[in-house]
């Protein structure tokens, strides 16, 4: 029962438009499945939603070319959407309900959604902000990612952040070492996003 709850949660999760996971198909016979959680956006801050300022043209054609599920519930903090996403269960039971205090991290028997598509024969991947501890057990490669690029803690500058980051030409972690990149955060995610 958990895990069709899990599966159906993840499907109709996987095909909205919710940077943390992606999960991404190596067999020929199964759909690419690329989740993409963007932190801190407002359902209005869409120009596809109506916003007559802001420009989102690339975004509303995610928004528009894919199959969307649209009844996915954020929680106003990114750790718990996070949960939500990653477990397909409401982040109160899954330990990562808030951003600070040591409610960020899961609990170590939580399978995440890289769990359930390794264990379909995908390769997984996390690239980008994680913020669901930054040691094992709860780092994304001890919660089902193969490969992962991931900057640590919450934001940019917070403690276990390597330090000196500060979005430009940064050092994050690269399955387990750290690593220097040249450019902007957002940039390097997605060039990492595109090498899977």
Known sequence: MKTNLLINSVIALTLSMT???????????????????TDDQGCGDLSCHGNPILKTPNLDRLHDEPIRFTDFHAIPFCTPTRAALMTGRNPG????YRTSSGRTMMHPEEKTVANLFSSSGYATGMIGKWHFGDNTPHRPQDRGFKDVVWRRCGGVGQASDHWGNDYFDDTYERNGKFEKFEGYCTDIWFSEVEAL
């Not at 199964?30 to 989740?35: A, Q, R, S």
């Not at 039971?93 to 990562?96: E, F, L, Q, V």
């Open 19 to 37: 940077v943390v996971g992606i999960a991404v198909a190596q067999v020929v016979d199964k759909p690419n499945v690329v989740l993409v959680m």
């Open 93 to 96: 039971r899954t330990g990562a």
